[in-house]
């Protein structure tokens, strides 16, 4: 089971940390990914990290602003986002993989997704 928290309302070019909270004894062998949903568009890859938080990947949209990290022992991962813009708006949520992927047909589980809603 997966919680995702931390969404909220901040200003263009503020920053905000999103939380996902896993439940499990084998969340290290997962490898974790965030997606997010804006209104009106499919869901996309933004983040995601290998197990034991060696690899990471972005897409191109969020690379260089976004940072995606775990802590295996609090089972959590983490989303930093900085210099959020308008178009990062959208609802976000975590997920869980058995493969080093960003295909969501190759998460198994999710998260209930927070929104987080940039203001310009």
């Known amino acids: 089971q997966l919680q995702a928290s931390g969404g909220g309302l901040v200003q263009a070019g503020g920053s905000l940390r999103l939380s996902c909270a896993a439940s499990?004894?084998?969340?290290?062998?997962?490898?974790m990914g965030w997606f997010r949903q804006a209104l009106g568009k499919e869901r996309e890859f933004a983040a995601a990290?290998?197990?034991?938080?060696?690899?990471?990947r972005y897409a191109d949209s969020v690379k260089g602003r976004f940072t995606i990290s775990r802590d295996n022992a609090k089972n959590t991962v983490y989303l930093q986002m900085n210099g959020l813009k308008a178009e990062d708006t959208a609802v976000y949520y975590c997920?869980?993989?058995?493969?080093?992927?960003?295909?969501?047909?190759?998460?198994?589980?999710w998260g209930q997704g927070t929104l987080v809603t940039v203001s310009s």
């Open positions: 997920a869980a993989s058995r493969f080093w992927a960003s295909r969501m047909e190759h998460y198994d589980y």
């Open positions: 499990g004894r084998t969340f290290s062998s997962y490898v």
């Open positions: 990290i290998t197990g034991s938080g060696g690899n990471t």
